[in-house]
């Protein structure tokens, strides 16, 4: 790896660390109680806030990655027949093949649940921890626009 990119993944990490590092900080001014569990992610609570957002990024084994985007895919099949209303997710490969992000908004508790609640989501959790070589890292988004953001997926429903 040549030091631009070295210092690039440095920067961002620094980036990250410092974004979680403020938002630890405001939760626990506010006490806001928040569970967090690296193979549970959808858990990620913030009361006060009317639609809760994450982004969730994580690093997949190389010999895991088509089990991985299999389950992802099962995940979005659900997702299409239950129709989740005030449910948005999307999930993203990096150019690495083994890295995912993940972004989920839930409108409402009830929406999280219901997510939650998807077989297929749960078995995507399931294993997650022995697909992983970095853990899933949970992060709140604060969204300061957008534009024109709708993405179409090449999976559809059975």
């Known amino acids: 790896m040549d030091k631009r990119k070295c210092i690039a993944m440095v ?3 620094a ?14 001014k506010r006490k806001i109680i928040v569970r967090c569990n690296p193979a549970i ?4 609570l913030i009361k006060n806030e009317k639609m809760k957002k994450v982004t969730i990024i994580y690093r997949i084994k190389p010999d895991k ?3 991985n985007e ?6 979005y099949h659900q997702l299409h027949e239950a129709n989740i209303e ?3 997710y999307t999930t993203f490969r990096l150019a690495d093949g083994v890295s995912f992000i993940h972004i989920a908004f839930a409108d409402s508790e009830r929406a999280n649940t ?11 959790q399931a294993g997650i921890k022995e697909r992983c070589d970095e853990l899933p890292v949970v992060t709140p988004l604060i969204i300061l626009g957008a534009y024109n953001f709708q993405i179409e997926s090449h999976i559809t429903h059975h």
């Not at 992610?41 to 990620?44: C, D, E, G, V």
């Not at 299999?70 to 995940?75: A, H, K, N, S, Y």
Request: zero cysteines.
């Open 11 to 13: 920067m961002v990490l």
């Open 15 to 28: 980036l990250l660390l410092l974004e979680i590092m403020i938002y630890e900080k405001q939760r626990l």
């Open 41 to 44: 992610y959808n858990a990620l």
């Open 65 to 67: 990655v088509a089990e």
């Open 70 to 75: 299999r389950l992802v895919e099962d995940v």
């Open 86 to 88: 005030g449910f948005h």
């Open 114 to 124: 219901a997510f939650a609640n998807l077989p297929a989501f749960k078995k995507f």
